[in-house]
C-alpha cells in the first residue's frame, strides 16, 4: 500500500545533541512539508519542497535542517539550536498536479522529548 | 492575529445533538479551504474539503463565506465516534500551497 513513514515514533533526545527524524513516501507525491504541532495549538510550518533538490523555510525554521535528495525522502534534523523542540513532528505531502480539493497526506509522526 | 482562528472548545454534547463549528481567516487570498479531524495522539485525516458553495457529506455540512471570510461545519446526530479535534485550514495561495491550520475545535460527544 502506499503511503508515508515517518520514523522513529518516539524519540528522546538530551540537551545539545542533534536527531534526525525520518520520512518515506511512496505515492509519488512531488511535494513534501514538515510541520510542527505543540500541545493545543495548530500545526505550524517548518520546511517545505516541491522538487529534488530544492527545499524552503517555512514560518519556523530556525533550529531545523532538511534535505532533498531522493523524491521519496525528506529527513529532518532538530538542531542543538531549537531551544524548545518538545513537539509532535508530522510529515505530509501533495502530488503536484492533484487538484488542491483533495489536500494532502499525512505521516503517522514522531514524538520529540527532550530529557 | 492569527491568521486561522478557531473557538478551541470543548463542546460536550450528548449523542444525537448537532453542532457546529465556526471558523475565521484572515487573509483574502486564500482559495482553497478544509475541515481536517485530528484524534488524540494522532495525525490529522482529511475529513471534507469546502467548496464556495456549501457541500455535504453524509452527517456533515461545510459552509464557506467569502466575504466574511467564515468557514463552518456543521455535525448532525453526533456520533461517540466524532469525539475527536476538527482543524479549519486554509491554503495560502502563494508558490508553495502551504495548509494554514487553525488550533482547533475539541468535540466530546457523551452517551
Known amino acids: 500500500d502506499g503511503g508515508i513513514t515517518q520514523s522513529p515514533k518516539y524519540l528522546f533526545r538530551k540537551e545539545g545533541q542533534n536527531v534526525t527524524l525520518s520520512c518515506e513516501q511512496n505515492l509519488n507525491h512531488d511535494a513534501m512539508y514538515w510541520y510542527r504541532q505543540d500541545p493545543g495549538q495548530g500545526l505550524r510550518l517548518i520546511y517545505y519542497?516541491?522538487?529534488?533538490?530544492?527545499?524552503q523555510k517555512g514560518d519556523i525554521a530556525e533550529g531545523y535542517s532538511v534535505s532533498r535528495e531522493k523524491k521519496e525522502s525528506f529527513p529532518l534534523t532538530v538542531t542543538s539550536a531549537q531551544k524548545n523542540p518538545t513537539a509532535f513532528y508530522l510529515c505530509a505531502t501533495r502530488k503536484a498536479d492533484r487538484g488542491l480539493r483533495y489536500g494532502y497526506t499525512f505521516g503517522s509522526g514522531t514524538r520529540l522529548t527532550v530529557v | 492575529r492569527k491568521e486561522v482562528e478557531q473557538d478551541p472548545g470543548p463542546f460536550n454534547v450528548p449523542e444525537g445533538a448537532t453542532v457546529a463549528f465556526n471558523c475565521t481567516y484572515s487573509n483574502s487570498a486564500s482559495q482553497s479551504f478544509f475541515w481536517y479531524r485530528q484524534d488524540c495522539r494522532k495525525e490529522p485525516k482529511l475529513l471534507m474539503s469546502v467548496y464556495s458553495s456549501g457541500n455535504e457529506d453524509g452527517r456533515f455540512t461545510a459552509q464557506l463565506n467569502r466575504a466574511s471570510q467564515y468557514i463552518s461545519l456543521l455535525i448532525r446526530d453526533s456520533k461517540l465516534s466524532d469525539s475527536a479535534t476538527y482543524l479549519c485550514?486554509?491554503?495560502?495561495?502563494?508558490?508553495?500551497?502551504?495548509?494554514?491550520f487553525g488550533s482547533g475545535t475539541r468535540l466530546l460527544v457523551r452517551p
Open positions: 519542497s516541491q522538487i529534488v533538490n530544492d527545499f
Open positions: 485550514v486554509v491554503i495560502r495561495m502563494d508558490s508553495s500551497y502551504k495548509l494554514i
